[in-house]
């Protein structure tokens, strides 16, 4: 345990290798494979962002570093430790549940100190760092108050600052901005920022919003159906993915995707010849193409004719909300920063080539 | 139209219900208090005479059976109140820490629910008669000569009050762990897993967690668990009876303020019922005190 | 840190803990089954055996025939016919009366609803000593008590068994807030549908809160079958409960000595049929009473 109170304020790199967990249904019905062949590692002192639809595995991949949950297979190592069979109170870690988990019986002061008198630390000296944490996360006037007298956002930071007081070298979070409203959860990712800015611990957050995620972390690691999808800076992950999924997972407004197939080295939507490159030779056949909303350019003379239904006005673009026969769904959306352009009803585009994507129909995977 | 006040034929619903109560609670209720303040109330006649003193009160305080029976109700209360509470709460704790055979494990302990009081009761003097009970059986394998726990004088075998008390208390002790496991139990699967989660991250050793976390989240189950066995213990009788029979002459020394009452309803005298009416009353008052003072505690001392 | 010292450490002690548990467990659970088995056992060993001192944990044969010669002896077939009619009669009648006034507190509207209610919950509170002593004389002057020579009321003493006791407040405030469960809306849609109170009440109400009706009747059942004091007040030797021949029957008043054997034969047969019930209905009662103290 003193190991912990000594640790460098620095945070320590994650390593996850081969990490698998099955569910098993002990009542005869189908086990579930919620996390299968997670490998990742997580370099120190950054802000990681796990994200994935619901039920993707990210939660349970996130109480395994924790250890509330034992991997059915693999190995978790903090830096040069292999953790994986050491219990939670071992490892050193915070852990901010989805509902925050506050004591309701303990005030916030209360709630923040319990972890430091769990691990011995002389009163004088937990009552200082309990109040420095209560000021790096901004409540340190609601010390004396108890949880059912904090609004959401407060009661997030109080468990931030119990998970953060007893100095952890990873921080966890579950969901983090799920429980809270739009404007607060735009002030509150920023703040989550700072305090691992200001605190350098390792940090990883679970999420289902891919806004979110591309916008604080250093690194996002995108999960679907228990596997790794992809992993990397979030804007390298955005414009270059490396399946449909990923593509379809991240930007706002998802991407549209439609039915294409090549013939030689061009690529057809339709009728209508979109591009060419000398990689499609190797993949011809029926391919799903995937375009950007930003990566259409408006020419009168362009490859790409598109019948639009209306005019999105979002201030600081226009989207056109638009249909195409080819198009996987009921719609799909352009995203234009010039509006002088627009001809009723009907536009042509050219499509930039490093917003276009084509993936292989059958896997996904992405070819050009 | 439907919240009109004049709907009278829910009185029709109420009406037997109602009458049923009034002769049997509210009416007897009053009447009761009125006999215990009427001193010269004649049972056989069932009349009263008219007049009112405190003089049914007075006696009872200065009849020494019924200041034993006053004091063997108190211990009974202040010692196997607060023990089976504690023990079922460890009991609750520990069974909800186990998977396999946790059902097998909370039938057992519930089976005394179930049983006839009086019935049980004479197993326990099974159990601890003098000459062939299992107690002595056992203690015989240690070297330890037979005790009289709960039987008549033996030759050279001497009752003893506090033996008899011991066996009591152990009794009621074994009776009434039942239905606070059962309720513990239903208290602690309402707690949300992620308290202990959120303890385990915080390095919590396990003695805190029951202190810290699960006793408080339990404070409003063991305040009303407190307060209904409080009110249960002062009702004490079955358990006497069932273990030591109900003879007065024979077991008065260990018998309760309820055994004092009932005896009243027996004895020869005529104006017995007053007696009988005045200790109901002060057990009335005395269990209407204390739930006062578990109130007060409660209030302090519970987290909701 | 020491990883590996660290897991070894951690693991010992949760064995260690779930050891304990376990033990500690166990050993409460054999010391709640002992009177059982004692019980059973005792009941089976014969005249001689059971004067045995040390006593044997095991009979050495056993002796089936000290349950006959119980019966016999007491007069236990009249008295389980005797509780049979109480308890049944009780529970039946107790339970009508605790549907009816349960509704028409929970769902009916009338003047005086909250008053009725207030009243009935504050005599919860007062114990039931308080009403014995008048009760009893109520009920010899109705005739109905057996002091040994009859009762002037042909079948008295099962009246007053049953019929002083018929209403319990607790049923009644149990089945309340049960009824009060059941949204306001389904009552208005019935009411809209044309629907009288009454058939309300056994179309709708009754089979939703059915859980918990059985759960009463459980209860009554349990509480008329272990009742003492009372019958033994009222009622005796023909109209006694099985819980009142118990003691005396088995005792030799010449030489003091009870005969065990078949006083626990007795004891079996009276505990039995309530644990019969207890486990086909075990999550009726278990349920029932941890969820009274939810309420609490």
């Keep these: 345990m003193e190991d912990i109170k000594n640790v460098q304020q620095k945070g320590i790199s994650i390593k996850l290798e081969n990490l698998t967990k099955i569910f098993y249904d002990k009542k005869g019905g189908k086990d579930t494979k919620a996390v299968d062949r997670f490998d990742v590692v997580i370099p120190s002192g950054k802000l990681v962002g796990l994200l994935g639809p619901s039920g993707c595995g990210k939660s349970t991949t996130l109480f395994m570093i924790a250890g509330l949950l034992e991997p059915t297979e693999g190995k978790i190592f903090f830096g040069d430790e292999d953790v994986t069979k050491l219990s939670p ?71 931030i600052a119990r998970a953060l007081v007893k100095k952890p070298r990873v921080l966890l979070l579950d969901e983090p901005l799920s429980n809270l409203d739009a404007r607060l959860r735009l002030q509150t990712r920023e703040e989550i920022k700072r305090i691992q800015k200001e605190t350098g611990i390792t940090t990883i957050f679970v999420t289902h919003d891919q806004e979110e995620a591309m916008s604080i972390s250093d690194e996002i690691v995108v999960m679907n159906f228990g596997v790794e999808q992809q992993k990397g800076y979030p804007q390298d992950v ?130 050009l | 139209m439907l919240e009109k006040k004049k709907d009278y034929h829910a009185w029709l619903y109420l009406i037997i219900p109602l009458v049923l109560l009034s002769i049997f609670t509210f009416f007897p209720l009053i009447k009761t208090i009125i006999i215990s303040f009427d001193n010269g109330y004649n049972k056989w006649q069932d009349a009263f005479s008219f007049r009112f003193s405190f003089d049914s009160y007075i006696a009872i305080f200065q009849y020494p059976p019924f200041l034993q029976t006053l004091k063997n109700t108190l211990l009974i209360v202040f010692i196997s109140v607060p023990l089976s509470t504690v ?198 008052l005395i269990i209407l005190l204390f739930t006062g003072i578990n109130l007060w505690v409660s209030k302090k001392r519970v987290h909701y | 840190m020491n990883t590996e010292l660290e897991i070894k450490k951690q693991n010992t002690s949760r064995i260690l803990l779930k050891i304990l548990t376990y033990t500690f467990l166990t050993i409460m659970a054999i010391v709640i089954i002992i009177p059982f088995y004692w019980m059973v056992i005792t009941s089976l060993k014969s005249a001689t055996e059971v004067e045995l001192f040390p006593p044997t944990l095991f009979p050495k044969e056993f002796v089936f025939y000290n349950y006959i010669e119980a019966l016999e002896r007491a007069n236990l077939i009249r008295y389980f016919i005797n509780t049979m009619i109480v308890s049944i009669s009780s529970t039946i009648l107790g339970t009508f009366f605790s549907i009816f006034m349960a509704y028409a507190l929970s769902r009916l509207n009338f003047k005086g609803r909250e008053l009725i209610f207030t009243l009935l919950l504050a005599t919860m509170m007062i114990p039931g000593e308080m009403m014995v002593i008048t009760n009893y004389i109520t009920v010899s002057n109705f005739g109905w008590v057996d002091a040994g020579q009859g009762s002037r009321v042909a079948n008295g003493p099962y009246y007053a068994m049953i019929v002083p006791f018929l209403i319990s407040i607790f049923h009644v405030y149990l089945l309340r807030q049960t009824f009060k469960q059941v949204p306001n809306e389904l009552y208005y849609a019935a009411k809209v549908d044309g629907t009288s109170d009454w058939k309300y009440l056994w179309r709708v109400m009754v089979p939703l809160a059915k859980p918990s009706i059985i759960t009463i009747i459980i209860l009554k059942l349990m509480g008329a079958w272990n009742s003492y004091v009372w019958p033994n007040l009222v009622a005796s030797e023909n109209y006694r409960l099985i819980t009142n021949g118990l003691r005396a029957a088995f005792s030799n008043s010449d030489t003091g000595r009870t005969e065990f054997h078949l006083q626990m034969a007795a004891t079996v047969m009276v505990t039995l049929p309530l644990l019969i019930v207890f486990i086909i209905f075990r999550k009726y009662i278990m349920r029932g009473v941890s969820r009274s103290g939810i309420k609490g």
């Design chain 2, 87 to 284: 023990l079922a709460l460890l009991i609750a704790v520990g069974l909800n820490s186990i998977k396999p055979f946790q059902k097998v494990f909370q039938t057992v302990f519930f089976l005394p629910y179930v049983t006839n009081s009086i019935a049980i009761g004479m197993v326990f003097a099974v159990l601890f008669n003098l000459h062939t009970g299992l107690v002595n059986g056992v203690l015989e394998i240690f070297g330890i000569d037979k005790i009289n726990w709960i039987n008549r004088n033996d030759g050279f075998f001497q009752g003893s009050y506090f033996r008899k008390m011991f066996v009591l208390q152990a009794y009621i002790l074994w009776d009434a762990l039942a239905f606070k496991i059962l309720v513990f139990i239903g208290g602690l699967q309402n707690i949300s897993k992620q308290y202990y989660d959120a303890a385990k991250i915080d390095s919590t050793p396990k003695k805190r967690v029951l202190m810290r976390i699960t006793v408080p989240l339990l404070s409003p189950l063991i305040a009303y668990i407190m307060i209904t066995s409080f009110i249960g213990a002062f009702k004490t009788y079955d358990s006497v009876v069932g273990i030591f029979g109900n003879n007065w002459e024979m077991t008065k020394d260990i018998q309760t303020v309820v055994g004092f009452v009932y005896q009243m309803l027996r004895a020869d005298s005529i104006n017995s019922y007053s007696y009988g009416a005045a200790a109901a009353v002060v057990l009335f």
């Design chain 1, 238 to 367: 955005y414009d270059q993915p490396k399946n449909l999924f990923v593509a379809k997972f991240l930007g706002t407004p998802p991407i549209g995707v439609f039915n294409g197939y090549t013939k030689g080295s061009d690529l057809f939507i339709g009728e209508e010849k979109i591009l060419s490159d000398e990689k499609l030779k190797d993949h011809q056949g029926e391919v799903q193409v995937g375009i950007r909303p930003e990566g259409y350019i408006a020419n009168t003379k362009g490859s790409f004719e598109v019948p639009y239904t209306f005019i999105e006005s979002v201030g600081r673009d226009i989207s056109l909300v638009s249909s195409h026969p080819e198009c996987n769904a009921a719609s799909f959306r352009i995203i234009l920063a010039d509006k002088t352009v627009i001809t009723p009803q009907t536009m042509k585009f050219d499509i930039r080539k490093d917003k276009c994507y084509v993936f292989n129909k059958q896997t996904g995977e992405r070819v």
């Design chain 1, 89 to 159: 109170e071992k490892r050193g870690i915070g852990l901010v549940f989805q509902n925050y988990a506050l004591y309701p019986h303990l005030t916030v002061r209360q709630n923040i100190m319990f972890p430091l008198e769990n691990l011995k630390i002389p009163k004088e000296e937990a009552t200082k760092m309990t109040e420095q944490m209560a000021a790096l996360v901004g409540i340190a006037e609601l010390l004396d108050r108890k949880p059912a007298q904090l609004s959401g956002g407060q009661q997030q930071r109080v468990a």
